[in-house]
T-cell receptor
Framework: GAGVSQSPSNKVTEKGKDVELRCDPISGHTALYWYRQRLGQGLEFLIYFQGNSAPDKSGLPSDRFSAERTGESVSTLTIQRTQQEDSAVYLC?????????????FGEGSRLTVL | GDSVTQMEGPVTLSEEAFLTINCTYTATGYPSLFWYVQYPGEGLQLLLKATKADDKGSNKGFEATYRKETTSFHLEKGSVQVSDSAVYFCALSDQVQGAQKLVFGQGTRLTINP
């Protein structure tokens, strides 16, 4: 489809393992965002990419978290040495960028469970 | 930093009841304000927005007015339907480097009973 696509939709892993989450944004959208949603809580900003500018990593909770984006396309969020507190839904969103009224287009999320 | 506080949930109402979900914010400057909705099994989607003081956003029978004097953006609907059952998130924009970084509230789960 034409929306934001995330994979996997569900991931169960053991504590200490590394995981990679993937996001395919809407074609042509220059801005890409990662958020985390823990059970019963709001959306926590993690990182965003805007075109070729340096990413804003101010929301990454620790150095175990990193993200990359290839040009204006796919992004991967990597969590190293996962901990139980990393269990959450990881949401990706994209937007056309610039002062476009702030509408973000979200994927359905990747639910991560760390045992 | 910027923050959004919204009404604790869950909220349960009967069909055709009047709905208010409170949202207040703290921000430097003049952010845009948004309500996003997450229906069961779906991703978040924009419900309505307002970009300056006294603007009213509206969509699907929902309304919210940007009140700078009370730093609020309360969501209202006059007559809710079962299909309105969802989680509602209030958000504000923090424009950095030309892109809109959104700061979200914690969400309010709404259940409408027939």
């Amino acid at each position: 489809g034409a929306g934001v696509s995330q994979s996997p939709s569900n991931k169960v892993t053991e504590k200490g393992k590394d995981v990679e989450l993937r996001c395919d944004p809407i074609s042509g959208h220059t801005a890409l965002y990662w958020y985390r949603q823990r059970l019963g809580q709001g959306l926590e900003f993690l990182i965003y990419f805007q075109g070729n500018s340096a990413p804003d990593k101010s929301g990454l909770p620790s150095d175990r978290f990193s993200a990359e984006r290839t040009g204006e396309s796919v992004s991967t969020l990597t969590i190293q040495r996962t901990q139980q507190e990393d269990s959450a839904v990881y949401l990706c969103a994209s937007s056309p960028g610039g002062a476009q009224g702030g509408e973000l287009f979200f994927g359905e999320g990747s639910r991560l469970t760390v045992l | 930093g910027d923050s959004v506080t919204q009404m604790e949930g869950p909220v349960t109402l009967s069909e055709e009841a009047f709905l208010t979900i409170n949202c207040t914010y703290t921000a430097t400057g003049y952010p845009s304000l948004f309500w996003y909705v997450q229906y069961p099994g779906e991703g978040l989607q924009l419900l309505l927005k307002a970009t300056k003081a006294d603007d009213k956003g509206s969509n699907k029978g929902f309304e919210a007015t940007y009140r700078k004097e009370t730093t609020s953006f309360h969501l209202e609907k006059g007559s809710v339907q079962v299909s309105d059952s969802a989680v509602y998130f209030c958000a504000l924009s923090d424009q950095v480097q030309g892109a809109q970084k959104l700061v979200f509230g914690q969400g309010t789960r709404l259940t409408i009973n027939p």
